[in-house]
């Protein structure tokens, strides 16, 4: 959290920036337009107000990105969420000052939970109105200081472009998540040098992608010589791109091991693939429950062990030896402890771990493996999420499971609010690929709690 001076961009210098010809002057809300194009900005969600109008009219005076007008600023944030979920892309969102920037505090908030990548560019009082308790003041880089991954509040206009760049590196390296700009009104007014910055970095923030070689080869020992293995994946191999759930598809043929996600990670590995054992945790599905409660080995990749997931830590997994793949080193032994830490990109890391396995020699424990598969057939026979539709009520499962079977051939893209339908839809709607289901994982604005299923006794403690 900085002011627009501090942290400068490191900027490799282009021929371009050698030429005579003076750069472009134009007015801070052109530059920032211009900057969004360059960086191939599509659409923008937002709603407008007095302290960002300037940015408007210079919307209007263009063509190359589409606005979207909501009717609430949260629900701008949700949209350009919804936006990023779907496309893989960062979401752009332009709201006013005070209770602009205010109202899109819940949909900031949710994206640093699910780790979603959006920019949010919110308006500000001019800068010598600042802390004046001027009309429609709001200290927004105070305010989303700890609901968003970084934020600035510009006081110079020829910083616009550096920062309008780097906002969008945050946002999209390591671990996404929302970055808010704060842009006073006559910032956006006064006069500047547009210059493009080129190779773009930032000097202290550098994340880590690729994972330590050793802890790899550690990694690919301890699975070797599972008997019970899983892997866990969540929201961050979605978040790592196409390529890492390909990965993961990959690993999970070439080792035969089972595999479970969060809700945040459905698509990730097909729903129909007989090694997907469903979503697992409080709304998850018996064979999942099981199978992590009695597993030797567990990987873990791109999630948190969330409180939802895991109910009682202590006797979560309590015989695991559990490696967890995270970009972010901080969620590393934050919830859960792990035997080995691994921080890196999901898809570079598994990738690192598909290679060494399929170098191995020695062959994998497969009588040991065929009696696991058979014990977790066993649980799956149990058929927890089945349903008997009978009479003229239709069940909201039996609406759910018909939906999937008329549209799964035409790759529909399902979004759902919070609350029982959307544990409905991840236990019913059978998810193919990543990308196609969008919803809110850390910030569902709901406490309902639901016993298990009937005749279910679960071995273990949940937080029910």
Same mark, same amino acid.
């Given at each position: 959290?900085?002011?627009?001076?501090?942290?400068?961009?490191?900027?490799?210098?282009?021929?371009?920036?050698?030429?005579?010809?003076?750069?472009?002057?134009?007015?801070?809300?052109?530059?920032?337009?211009?900057?969004?194009?360059?960086?191939?900005?599509?659409?923008?969600?937002?709603?407008?107000?007095?302290?960002?109008?300037?940015?408007?009219?210079?919307?209007?005076?263009?063509?190359?990105?589409?606005?979207?007008?909501?009717?609430?600023?949260? /629900?701008? =944030?949700?949209?350009?969420?919804?936006?990023?979920?779907? *496309? #893989?892309? %960062? &979401?752009? $969102?332009? !709201?006013?000052?005070?209770?602009?920037?205010?109202?899109?505090?819940?949909?900031?908030?949710?994206?640093?939970?699910?780790?979603?990548?959006?920019?949010?560019?919110?308006?500000?009082?001019?800068?010598?109105?600042?802390?004046?308790?001027?009309?429609?003041?709001?200290?927004?880089?105070?305010?989303?200081?700890?609901?968003?991954?970084?934020?600035?509040?510009?006081?110079?206009?020829?910083?616009? /472009?550096? =920062?309008?760049?780097?906002?969008?590196?945050?946002?999209? *390296? #390591?671990? %996404? &998540?929302? $970055?808010? !700009?704060?842009?006073?009104?006559?910032?956006?007014?006064?006069?500047?040098?547009?210059?493009?910055?080129?190779?773009?970095?930032?000097?202290?923030?550098?994340?880590?992608?690729?994972?330590?070689?050793?802890?790899?080869?550690?990694?690919?020992?301890?699975?070797?010589?599972?008997?019970?293995?899983?892997?866990?994946?969540?929201?961050?191999?979605?978040?790592?791109?196409?390529?890492?759930?390909?990965?993961?598809?990959?690993?999970?043929?070439?080792?035969?091991?089972?595999?479970?996600?969060?809700?945040?990670?459905?698509?990730?590995?097909?729903?129909?693939?007989?090694?997907?054992?469903?979503?697992?945790?409080?709304?998850?599905?018996?064979?999942?429950?099981?199978?992590?409660?009695?597993?030797?080995?567990?990987?873990?990749?791109?999630?948190?062990?969330?409180?939802?997931?895991?109910?009682?830590?202590?006797?979560?997994?309590?015989?695991?030896?559990?490696?967890?793949?995270?970009?972010?080193?901080?969620?590393?032994?934050?919830?859960?402890?792990?035997?080995?830490?691994?921080?890196?990109?999901?898809?570079?890391?598994?990738?690192?771990?598909?290679?060494?396995?399929?170098?191995?020699?020695?062959?994998?424990?497969?009588?040991?493996?065929?009696?696991?598969?058979?014990?977790?057939?066993?649980?799956?026979?149990?058929?927890?999420?089945?349903?008997?539709?009978?009479?003229?009520?239709?069940?909201?499962?039996?609406?759910?499971?018909?939906?999937?079977?008329?549209?799964?051939?035409?790759?529909?893209?399902?979004?759902?609010?919070?609350?029982?339908?959307?544990?409905?839809?991840?236990?019913?709607?059978?998810?193919?690929?990543?990308?196609?289901?969008?919803?809110?994982?850390?910030?569902?604005?709901?406490?309902?709690?639901?016993?298990?299923?009937?005749?279910?006794?679960?071995?273990?403690?949940?937080?029910?």
């Amino acid at each position: 959290m900085t002011t627009a001076e501090k942290q400068p961009l490191e900027e490799t210098p282009s021929p371009a920036d050698h030429q005579s010809s003076p750069p472009e002057m134009m007015s801070g809300a052109a530059l920032v337009m211009r900057a969004l194009a360059d960086l191939k900005v599509e659409v923008i969600f937002g709603y407008p107000g007095g302290a960002v109008l300037p940015l408007y009219d210079e919307l209007f005076r263009q063509s190359k990105i589409k606005h979207i007008l909501v009717r609430h600023e949260q /629900a701008a =944030v949700h949209a350009a969420e919804g936006y990023a979920r779907a *496309s #893989g892309k %960062p &979401g752009v $969102v332009l !709201v006013t000052s005070g209770p602009g920037a205010t109202n899109a505090v819940t949909g900031i908030t949710d994206a640093m939970l699910d780790s979603i990548p959006i920019v949010v560019l919110t308006g500000q009082v001019a800068t010598h109105l600042i802390g004046n308790d001027a009309f429609q003041e709001a200290d927004t880089v105070g305010i989303t200081r700890h609901c968003s991954k970084h934020n600035y509040l510009v006081k110079e206009s020829d910083q616009l /472009a550096r =920062v309008i760049f780097e906002a969008f590196h945050v946002a999209t *390296s #390591g671990r %996404p &998540g929302p $970055v808010v !700009v704060d842009l006073p009104k006559d910032i956006q007014v006064d006069l500047a040098p547009y210059k493009r910055p080129s190779g773009v970095s930032h000097r202290t923030y550098r994340p880590q992608v690729k994972g330590d070689r050793v802890l790899v080869e550690k990694a690919v020992a301890m699975l070797a010589g599972a008997k019970k293995p899983i892997i866990y994946s969540g929201g961050g191999v979605i978040n790592a791109g196409p390529q890492a759930s390909d990965t993961l598809r990959r690993f999970a043929r070439t080792t035969g091991f089972p595999v479970t996600s969060t809700l945040m990670g459905l698509g990730a590995m097909p729903a129909s693939d007989p090694q997907f054992l469903g979503m697992l945790g409080m709304h998850g599905t018996y064979e999942a429950n099981m199978a992590m409660h009695a597993c030797d080995v567990m990987l873990c990749v791109g999630a948190r062990f969330d409180d939802r997931v895991t109910g009682r830590v202590d006797a979560f997994a309590p015989h695991a030896t559990k490696i967890h793949i995270d970009i972010d080193r901080s969620s590393i032994n934050k919830n859960v402890p792990v035997h080995l830490g691994i921080v890196g990109d999901a898809g570079h890391v598994l990738e690192d771990i598909l290679t060494l396995w399929e170098d191995r020699k020695k062959t994998p424990l497969e009588d040991d493996h065929k009696r696991w598969w058979a014990e977790i057939n066993g649980w799956r026979d149990r058929k927890c999420l089945a349903f008997e539709q009978s009479g003229p009520v239709i069940l909201p499962q039996h609406a759910i499971a018909r939906l999937h079977s008329l549209t799964k051939d035409r790759t529909p893209i399902i979004s759902t609010e919070v609350g029982q339908h959307q544990m409905w839809a991840a236990q019913y709607f059978g998810f193919e690929k990543p990308n196609h289901w969008l919803t809110s994982g850390g910030l569902e604005p709901w406490a309902m709690v639901c016993p298990p299923p009937s005749g279910h006794n679960w071995p273990f403690p949940m937080p029910w």
